[in-house]
C-alpha cells in the first residue's frame, strides 16, 4: 500500500471519528441547556467551580493517553465554555487592556466564549461585579517571587463578594519593542509587580534606561507602539497582540514565576473535595494573642498554608490577619475550627471556601 493510500484511509477514520464527536458534542449541548433551565429556575449560578473541578478530576482518571491531563483540561475546558454560555453568556471582568496576565488567567478559567470586560482598576473589578454589571471578576492575589497584591486583600476588607474560584498562571516576561535594539531603548515601560519580578536582569543589562511604571504589561504596550525608543516588558501575546518585536524573551529572574487569582462573585460553590477556605480576622494587641487564635487549627487537625498581615488604616498599630486553610467550610474540622476561632477575634469574615489550583 503507497503513502498516499495509508493517508486516505486514516483520514477517513479521522472523519467518522469527527462526526461521531460532533454528535456527541452536540447532545452534550443540549443537556447543559436542560440544566440551565433548572438553574434558572432555583436561581442556582450558571458557573460551579466545584463541578467543573470535579469533571476534570474524573477525566483525568479516565485519560489513556497519548494526550496529557494538561492538554485534555485545554480541549474540555472550550467544550465546557461552549456548553456554559448556552445557559448563560456570562461577562467576566478583568484588569485590562487585553493580553494582560489577568486577561491570559480569565481566558484559563472560562475559555474562549464569555464576554471579557477590561477594567482600568482592581477597584473597578469589584465594583463590577458589585453592582451585577458583570458575572464574575478575576483579581490577581499573589505572585511567587513579589507576593500579595495587597490592594486586593485590602478591597475583602469591605466587600460583600466571595472568592469562588482560584487560577493559577506561570507567568514569562518579554521585552517587547516596535523595532528598536535593546542597546537603542531610552526608556522601559511596564506594571510595577512584573518590573519587581525582572529587576536584576534590568539592572544587569539596562542600568541606565529609564522606567515607567504603567497601570498594566498591556498597557506597557502600547506604550512602546506609540514610541519607537521605548521597550514594555509583557508577555508573549502582548507582542502578537499590539505588533511588537521579542527583543528578548523570559527575562524574568526566577525560572519558576507563578501568579495566583481569584475569581471573585455573590457566591462561593460547594464542596470539590480538593478545597481551600480563605478567611480574615482582627485580633485584640495583647501578647500571645495570635497563638491563642490560631491553636484550633492545630487541635482539629486542620493545615494554614498561609498567614500574613495587613495595616487596620483606621486604627495606627491595629492589624488585619488573613489566612488560607486547606478544606471546604462544609468539612466537619474546618467547620468545628472556625466556630472556636469566630468567638475569640474581634472581627471575623470567610472570604470563600473554593477548589483550590494546585
Known amino acids: 500500500m503507497n503513502k498516499e493510500k495509508q493517508l486516505e484511509e486514516l483520514r477517513e477514520k ?31 449560578q450558571p458557573y460551579l467551580a466545584n463541578r467543573e473541578r470535579i469533571i476534570y478530576q474524573r477525566l483525568e482518571k479516565l485519560n489513556p493517553g497519548p494526550l496529557s491531563n494538561e492538554k485534555l483540561k485545554v480541549i474540555f475546558g472550550e467544550i465546557i465554555s461552549a456548553c456554559l454560555s448556552l445557559e448563560k453568556p ?127 504589561t498591556a498597557q506597557a504596550a502600547k506604550k512602546a507602539k506609540e514610541d519607537s525608543t521605548a521597550g514594555a516588558i509583557a508577555s508573549k501575546i502582548a507582542a502578537k497582540i499590539y505588533d511588537l518585536k521579542i527583543i528578548k524573551a523570559k527575562i524574568e529572574d526566577q525560572a519558576k514565576n507563578f501568579t495566583r487569582f481569584w475569581v471573585i462573585s455573590h457566591q462561593s460553590p460547594e464542596r470539590s473535595g480538593q478545597d481551600k477556605t480563605s478567611i480574615m480576622f482582627s485580633i485584640k494587641n495583647k501578647a500571645g494573642s495570635l497563638y491563642k487564635v490560631l491553636y484550633p487549627f492545630a487541635h482539629f487537625g486542620v493545615n494554614m498554608t498561609k498567614i500574613e498581615s495587613r495595616p487596620l488604616k483606621e486604627q495606627p498599630w491595629e492589624y488585619f490577619f488573613f489566612a488560607d486553610i486547606e478544606g471546604h467550610i462544609s468539612d466537619d474540622k474546618v467547620k468545628k475550627s472556625l466556630q472556636k476561632i469566630k468567638r475569640m477575634v474581634n472581627f471575623f469574615k470567610v472570604l470563600g471556601s473554593y477548589p483550590r489550583s494546585i
Open 90 to 216: 456570562l461577562k467576566i471582568a478583568y484588569l485590562g487592556p487585553e493580553a494582560t496576565f489577568s486577561h491570559q488567567a480569565a481566558l484559563q478559567q472560562f475559555g474562549h466564549s464569555p464576554q471579557f470586560i477590561p477594567v482600568t482598576s482592581i477597584e473597578g473589578i469589584f465594583e463590577e461585579v458589585e453592582k451585577k454589571n458583570c458575572d464574575y471578576g478575576v483579581v490577581p492575589i499573589e505572585n511567587s517571587t513579589e507576593g500579595s497584591i495587597y490592594q486586593t486583600l485590602d478591597r475583602f476588607i469591605a466587600t460583600p463578594l466571595k472568592i469562588c474560584a482560584e487560577i493559577s498562571l506561570e507567568v514569562s516576561l518579554y521585552l517587547l519593542s516596535s523595532g528598536a535594539r535593546m542597546e537603542e531603548l531610552k526608556t522601559i515601560y511596564s506594571h510595577p509587580q512584573a518590573l519587581a519580578q525582572c529587576s536584576r536582569w534590568l539592572a544587569r543589562y539596562l542600568p541606565n534606561v529609564v522606567i515607567r511604571e504603567t497601570s498594566s
Open 14 to 44: 479521522i472523519n467518522q471519528i469527527d462526526s461521531q464527536l460532533l454528535k456527541l458534542i452536540s447532545e452534550r449541548a443540549g443537556l447543559v441547556k436542560e440544566i440551565g433551565e433548572i438553574k434558572k429556575k432555583y436561581q442556582i
